[in-house]
């Protein structure tokens, strides 16, 4: 039945979009599918390597099982951010506009652009008009406004009808300029053509681009765009920047630089828009649009499109709110000891500060505050609105608890709305972009810069390392190796120059007495990189050398099944890495100096939510908003010729079937070329076989030579003994 073969199409390994065999098409659905694809896949490769020790060692995978977990946290909370991207729930329901921010912002940005592809065709329409009308009635615009006025000056005429000539000359122009003022865009864009430059991660741009091309590849040649794509953070401004002119379309993927990994990049992006947006021509410049998580603008820009966090936060990140809680915290006690404010308002910061106080004493503090002040409903609404951050983020348990707690609270809330009338309410981990501290690219680079320097505590006042701090960091570090050489020669008890399984569980257990045996036996395995059962000097001195939070992540419980394999379960963290530092005191979380190195350890899992997550977000983002500028376009012509000028903005001109790679080689000499292998290898085969055959013969005939020689052999021997028996009686007789 119909419900059967819908079974077997979701189980098949071929995905498709209805569209036919025609890949020139404009592929959206069918990319972001296949990225999703290769997310999966790559989790069950990474679980299969991870699953063996074998195979971790033998491939020096870098992965771990907690980069895994927070891979697959992110994958789930995907689906949220895109769908206020695209402004439909994965059930096919249109979400609400409170919701679709993101979608509403790409929209209007899609009609914008639309319109500037639009103004010549616009102003080709008015032109028309104008003309007809003119010519038709015999009074054109300067001289119907003389002729009006009463002027009857021969030689003043003169200058009317000049005026109506100039009037006709540049009448595309002038209606070109009405229209951008009326429309509220910039005036002094070149009145040519427009060209789309898509700047993001090579696979992001490249497949934007096939899509925004292929969108106008059927489109009329006065509503035609010049598309072209390129890296941000490596060759987009030596192949694009002396191609930028006034009205020049810039679309740029920012990566979220509030990641400590991803910072540097998301500068090099950001650096790139602003030295392509700097250049000038009579006051105007390319209008450039950024498209990413950092919801910081840049001054060059003429939009910025932010997309929602959707994803607890990384300890970077939580590093950096608490240094800002911290100088929230002493910019309100500053102004309350300076005084000059009126009761109320002490009161509400008095209240802040003893909330983002971690003492004993803040309970006290907060209700003497609270049962002396008549606005303790005003405080609470200020700290929800300046401090969400102070909020942790629901975990995925807490999110299904609060939509029904199966997994598919999206749909029985969608059902309970629809049944009520209310629409429904989604708990989502995200924070509010309008009321969190917005850093710029460089901002973050300096704030994890000085991160750094705090911890490495070597650098002087002017930000270069002293060659004292130098000598003494090498003196530290030749102690202690030679500190860890003591230590593995005392756990060595028989002195074999490897630490076997027993001698380093007894051993380390008495310098970690808090870590149990299951866990120093992980450790053991993890650090044992030639499986040898036994560690050498140098393991054991890469293992005490490892970060804080690479040695809690071993001793966590395993996520293995009974057959060993491992069973990737979302992370349910308020923010990654909470587990690991909840023995951090909250009040030094921010200052302390080994969370530096332990944000290190997270740099990789960075590094996936980019190329995984937050790049398909950004490419659906691009799509969104190059589909409105197709279909805007569509629909212009449409709209004026009553249907007569319409055309399917989802095909294009080409006709072909299966994509294959042009080659610079003709058939014919590929055909010789093919014909001269083939009779080479039979020959080649023909003098092997030969060549066997031979040796063959060969072997033969020796065996058959040697056959002969022994039987020659044997006959003498037998004839010799014959003689001497027929010799031997005579003799006797004689004597």
Same mark, same amino acid.
């Given at each position: 039945n119909e419900d059967d073969h819908m079974m077997l199409l979701f189980n098949s390994r071929v995905f498709t979009t209805d569209v036919g065999l025609r890949p020139a098409e404009p592929c959206s659905v069918s990319v972001a599918a296949t990225q999703q694809l290769l997310t999966c896949i790559f989790q069950h490769i990474a679980i299969i390597i991870l699953s063996n020790q074998h195979y971790r060692h033998a491939s020096g995978?870098?992965?771990?099982? =907690?980069?895994?977990? $927070?891979?697959?946290? /992110?994958?789930?909370?995907?689906? =949220?951010?895109?769908?206020?991207?695209?402004?439909?729930?994965?059930?096919?329901?249109? $979400?609400t506009k409170d919701q679709a921010k993101a979608e509403k912002e790409l929209r209007d940005a899609g009609r914008v652009w639309a319109d500037h592809i639009l103004e010549n065709a616009r102003a080709y329409i008015i032109t028309f008009l104008y003309i007809m009308a003119t010519v038709i009635s015999g009074y054109p615009l300067a001289s119907a406004i003389a002729k009006g006025a009463g002027l009857v000056n021969s030689t003043a005429w003169y200058f009317v009808k000049l005026l109506d000539a100039l009037i006709y000359f540049y009448l595309p122009q002038i209606n070109v300029l009405i229209i951008?003022?009326?429309?509220?865009?910039?005036?002094?864009?070149? @009145?040519?053509?427009?060209?789309?430059?898509?700047?993001?991660? &090579?696979?992001?741009?490249?497949?934007?681009?096939?899509?925004?091309?292929?969108?106008?590849?059927?489109?009329? !040649?006065?509503?035609?765009?010049?598309?072209?794509?390129?890296?941000?953070?490596? =060759?987009? +401004?030596?192949?694009?920047? =002396?191609?930028?002119?006034?009205?020049?379309?810039?679309? /740029?993927?920012? &990566?979220d630089g509030r990641l400590s990994a991803l910072t540097s990049l998301e500068a090099s992006c950001c650096l790139s828009v602003n030295q392509a947006s700097s250049i000038q021509s009579i006051g105007s410049t390319a209008e450039s649009i950024t498209i990413g998580h950092n919801p910081f603008k840049l001054p060059l820009s003429a939009r910025g499109i932010f997309l929602d966090r959707h994803r607890p936060l990384f300890l970077c990140e939580k590093m950096l709110e608490k240094i800002d809680a911290e100088s929230r915290r002493k910019r309100t006690r500053l102004d309350l000891s300076m005084g000059g404010q009126s009761t109320s308002r002490r009161k509400r910061q008095t209240a802040i500060v003893a909330l983002e106080d971690q003492s004993e004493h803040r309970s006290s503090v907060l209700n003497d505050v609270l049962a002396t002040s008549g606005v303790?409903?005003?405080?609470?609404?200020? $700290?929800?609105?300046l401090w969400?951050?102070?909020?942790?983020?629901?975990? $995925?348990?807490?999110? #299904?608890?609060?939509?029904?707690?199966?997994?598919?609270?999206? *749909?029985? *809330?969608?059902?309970?709305? #629809?049944? !009520?009338?209310?629409?429904?309410?989604t708990t989502r981990p995200t924070l509010n972009v309008a009321t969190e501290k917005r850093r710029s690219s460089t901002a973050?680079?300096?704030?994890?810069?000085?991160?750094?320097?705090?911890?490495?505590?070597?650098?002087?006042?002017?930000?270069?390392?002293?060659?004292?701090?130098?000598?003494?960091?090498?003196i530290a570090e030749r102690k202690w190796n030679?500190?860890?050489?003591?230590?593995?020669?005392? +756990? %060595?008890?028989?002195? %074999?120059?490897?630490?076997?399984?027993?001698?380093?569980?007894?051993?380390?257990?008495?310098?970690?007495?808090?870590?149990? #045996?299951?866990?120093?036996?992980?450790?053991?395995?993890? /650090?044992?990189?030639?499986?040898?059962? !036994?560690? !050498?000097?140098?393991?054991?001195?890469? @293992?005490?050398?490892?970060?804080? @939070?690479?040695?809690?992540?071993?001793?966590e419980p395993s996520i293995r099944d009974e057959y060993g394999v491992i069973q990737v379960r979302a992370s349910d963290e308020s923010y990654f890495g909470e587990h690991v530092m909840q023995g951090v005191e909250q009040s030094q979380f921010a200052q302390n100096p080994a969370l530096t190195g332990a944000t290190k350890s997270q740099d990789f899992a960075q590094e996936l939510y980019e190329s995984r997550i937050a790049s398909m977000q950004r490419f659906v983002a691009m799509t969104v908003m190059f589909h409105e500028m197709g279909r805007r376009v569509e629909a212009f012509f449409r709209k004026m010729s009553f249907g007569l000028l319409g055309y399917r903005y989802d095909r294009t001109h080409s006709i072909m079937r299966i994509a294959t790679t042009a080659s610079p080689v003709s058939g014919?000499?590929?055909?010789?070329?093919?014909?001269?292998? *083939? @009779?080479?290898?039979?020959?080649?085969?023909s003098v092997h076989v030969i060549s066997i055959a031979y040796i063959r013969y060969r072997q033969n005939k020796e065996k058959r030579r040697l056959s002969e020689l022994e039987q020659i052999a044997l006959r003498r021997s037998n004839t010799d003994d014959t003689i001497d028996i027929e010799s031997?009686?005579?003799?006797?007789?004689?004597?």
């Amino acid at each position: 039945n119909e419900d059967d073969h819908m079974m077997l199409l979701f189980n098949s390994r071929v995905f498709t979009t209805d569209v036919g065999l025609r890949p020139a098409e404009p592929c959206s659905v069918s990319v972001a599918a296949t990225q999703q694809l290769l997310t999966c896949i790559f989790q069950h490769i990474a679980i299969i390597i991870l699953s063996n020790q074998h195979y971790r060692h033998a491939s020096g995978a870098v992965i771990t099982e =907690h980069d895994l977990r $927070i891979l697959e946290r /992110c994958n789930q909370d995907n689906l =949220h951010a895109l769908e206020e991207i695209v402004g439909v729930d994965y059930f096919g329901n249109m $979400i609400t506009k409170d919701q679709a921010k993101a979608e509403k912002e790409l929209r209007d940005a899609g009609r914008v652009w639309a319109d500037h592809i639009l103004e010549n065709a616009r102003a080709y329409i008015i032109t028309f008009l104008y003309i007809m009308a003119t010519v038709i009635s015999g009074y054109p615009l300067a001289s119907a406004i003389a002729k009006g006025a009463g002027l009857v000056n021969s030689t003043a005429w003169y200058f009317v009808k000049l005026l109506d000539a100039l009037i006709y000359f540049y009448l595309p122009q002038i209606n070109v300029l009405i229209i951008r003022v009326i429309q509220r865009r910039a005036i002094r864009h070149r @009145m040519v053509g427009r060209t789309v430059v898509i700047a993001d991660i &090579p696979w992001v741009s490249q497949a934007a681009d096939a899509f925004l091309s292929k969108i106008f590849a059927v489109s009329y !040649s006065i509503a035609g765009l010049n598309v072209l794509s390129g890296n941000p953070s490596d =060759h987009f +401004l030596h192949r694009h920047t =002396h191609r930028v002119v006034r009205g020049t379309l810039i679309v /740029c993927g920012r &990566p979220d630089g509030r990641l400590s990994a991803l910072t540097s990049l998301e500068a090099s992006c950001c650096l790139s828009v602003n030295q392509a947006s700097s250049i000038q021509s009579i006051g105007s410049t390319a209008e450039s649009i950024t498209i990413g998580h950092n919801p910081f603008k840049l001054p060059l820009s003429a939009r910025g499109i932010f997309l929602d966090r959707h994803r607890p936060l990384f300890l970077c990140e939580k590093m950096l709110e608490k240094i800002d809680a911290e100088s929230r915290r002493k910019r309100t006690r500053l102004d309350l000891s300076m005084g000059g404010q009126s009761t109320s308002r002490r009161k509400r910061q008095t209240a802040i500060v003893a909330l983002e106080d971690q003492s004993e004493h803040r309970s006290s503090v907060l209700n003497d505050v609270l049962a002396t002040s008549g606005v303790p409903t005003l405080v609470s609404k200020d $700290i929800n609105e300046l401090w969400p951050g102070m909020r942790k983020s629901p975990t $995925i348990h807490e999110t #299904k608890a609060s939509t029904g707690g199966t997994g598919t609270g999206t *749909q029985g *809330q969608t059902l309970q709305a #629809k049944k !009520s009338k209310v629409p429904p309410v989604t708990t989502r981990p995200t924070l509010n972009v309008a009321t969190e501290k917005r850093r710029s690219s460089t901002a973050l680079l300096g704030a994890y810069t000085n991160l750094q320097k705090n911890a490495e505590k070597c650098l002087d006042c002017s930000g270069h390392i002293p060659t004292q701090n130098l000598i003494e960091s090498a003196i530290a570090e030749r102690k202690w190796n030679d500190g860890l050489r003591e230590i593995f020669d005392r +756990l %060595d008890v028989n002195e %074999d120059g490897a630490l076997s399984r027993d001698e380093f569980v007894a051993g380390y257990h008495k310098l970690k007495p808090d870590l149990t #045996k299951d866990q120093l036996m992980r450790i053991f395995d993890e /650090c044992d990189v030639d499986d040898n059962g !036994s560690l !050498s000097l140098a393991e054991f001195i890469h @293992m005490m050398k490892l970060p804080q @939070m690479d040695i809690a992540y071993m001793c966590e419980p395993s996520i293995r099944d009974e057959y060993g394999v491992i069973q990737v379960r979302a992370s349910d963290e308020s923010y990654f890495g909470e587990h690991v530092m909840q023995g951090v005191e909250q009040s030094q979380f921010a200052q302390n100096p080994a969370l530096t190195g332990a944000t290190k350890s997270q740099d990789f899992a960075q590094e996936l939510y980019e190329s995984r997550i937050a790049s398909m977000q950004r490419f659906v983002a691009m799509t969104v908003m190059f589909h409105e500028m197709g279909r805007r376009v569509e629909a212009f012509f449409r709209k004026m010729s009553f249907g007569l000028l319409g055309y399917r903005y989802d095909r294009t001109h080409s006709i072909m079937r299966i994509a294959t790679t042009a080659s610079p080689v003709s058939g014919a000499d590929v055909r010789e070329r093919m014909r001269v292998l *083939q @009779m080479l290898k039979k020959i080649h085969h023909s003098v092997h076989v030969i060549s066997i055959a031979y040796i063959r013969y060969r072997q033969n005939k020796e065996k058959r030579r040697l056959s002969e020689l022994e039987q020659i052999a044997l006959r003498r021997s037998n004839t010799d003994d014959t003689i001497d028996i027929e010799s031997g009686p005579s003799e006797e007789s004689s004597h």
